[in-house]
């Protein structure tokens, strides 16, 4: 298995001061990686500090052997394969569909196709402007750039924010199909943790900044009290 993402001893944060602390995580090619925990954990702040917009305090991030630079570099790092769909999905409102597309992908040229076989429902709003895309359709669009960019290593920040069930339940196994297909290593943060455990590989859980548990997606599942503990920033709810 090829490691693609290897932190190790990771402080990050903000103005000198880490709200991570001591991560340590592996994403490896073909892998689902699930990063869990509660609101103001530290989920996105790692992911930032992955793209290479983040402070790194000490500790390390690298990326197929390269080590991302401490202080913001993140069109460095998006050139080495790594693609981050953030919690706001980071489409153009302006642009329609197509343009958002087009423009996914720093070089060479985008297989617009491929977002389709994905997302068939895209195949029809081409023309249409990304703001006037419904919440769910924003997100196929988010996803589908990502697809066309061709990431080694995709990250996705609650994906299901804001999102019916019926919806985030159908794009959830995308990020799998993602993996499985192109080898791609997935590092999906996501608030609803069973859906997450049921097409991951592997989980951490950060608690208020400090890993808390990490484990197989069974190993995490078959342990739901400590689990469940970890959101509510205790060691375990048995004593
Ligand atoms: N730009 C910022 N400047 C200073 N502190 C920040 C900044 N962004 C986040 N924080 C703080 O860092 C901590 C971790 O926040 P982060 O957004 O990484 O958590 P999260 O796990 O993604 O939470 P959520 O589930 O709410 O998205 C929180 O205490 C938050 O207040
Ligand atoms: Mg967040």
């Given at each position: 298995?090829?490691?693609?993402?290897?932190?190790?001893?990771?402080?990050?944060?903000?103005?000198?001061?880490?709200v991570?602390r001591?991560?340590?995580?592996?994403?490896?090619?073909?892998?689902?990686?699930?990063?869990?925990g509660?609101?103001?954990?530290?989920?996105?702040?790692?992911?930032?500090?992955?793209s290479?917009?983040g402070?790194?305090?000490?500790?390390?991030?690298?990326?197929?052997?390269?080590?991302v630079?401490?202080?913001?570099?993140?069109?460095?790092?998006?050139?080495w394969?790594?693609t981050?769909?953030?919690e706001?999905?980071?489409?153009?409102?302006?642009?329609?569909?197509?343009?958002?597309l087009?423009?996914?992908k720093?070089?060479?040229k985008?297989?617009?196709?491929?977002?389709?076989?994905?997302?068939p429902a895209l195949?029809?709003?081409?023309?249409r402007?990304?703001g006037?895309?419904?919440?769910?359709?924003?997100q196929?669009?988010?996803l589908?750039?990502?697809?066309?960019?061709?990431?080694?290593?995709?990250?996705?920040?609650?994906?299901?924010?804001g999102?019916?069930?019926?919806?985030?339940e159908?794009?959830?196994?995308?990020?799998?199909?993602?993996?499985?297909?192109?080898?791609?290593?997935?590092?999906?943060?996501?608030?609803?943790?069973?859906?997450?455990?049921?097409?991951?590989?592997?989980?951490?859980?950060?608690?208020h900044?400090?890993?808390?548990?990490?484990?197989?997606?069974?190993e995490?599942?078959?342990d739901?009290?400590?689990?469940?503990?970890?959101?509510?920033?205790v060691?375990?709810?048995?004593?």
């Amino acid at each position: 298995m090829t490691n693609l993402l290897e932190i190790e001893k990771l402080h990050t944060g903000y103005d000198g001061v880490a709200v991570v602390r001591d991560l340590d995580l592996t994403v490896n090619a073909g892998e689902v990686v699930a990063l869990l925990g509660p609101n103001g954990a530290g989920k996105t702040t790692t992911l930032t500090t992955i793209s290479g917009m983040g402070d790194i305090i000490s500790g390390s991030v690298t990326i197929m052997g390269r080590p991302v630079p401490r202080l913001r570099h993140a069109h460095r790092v998006a050139r080495w394969g790594v693609t981050h769909v953030p919690e706001n999905r980071g489409i153009l409102f302006q642009l329609t569909v197509r343009e958002n597309l087009e423009m996914a992908k720093t070089k060479g040229k985008v297989d617009i196709d491929r977002a389709v076989e994905y997302f068939p429902a895209l195949g029809s709003l081409m023309h249409r402007r990304g703001g006037l895309l419904s919440g769910g359709e924003q997100q196929m669009l988010a996803l589908g750039r990502a697809i066309v960019a061709e990431p080694k290593l995709l990250m996705v920040d609650e994906m299901s924010l804001g999102l019916a069930p019926v919806i985030y339940e159908e794009l959830m196994p995308v990020v799998r199909r993602i993996a499985d297909e192109t080898n791609a290593g997935v590092l999906l943060v996501e608030q609803h943790v069973d859906l997450a455990l049921e097409v991951a590989d592997r989980g951490y859980v950060l608690s208020h900044g400090d890993l808390a548990m990490h484990g197989t997606a069974s190993e995490l599942l078959a342990d739901r009290h400590l689990l469940d503990a970890s959101y509510l920033g205790v060691e375990s709810l048995d004593d």
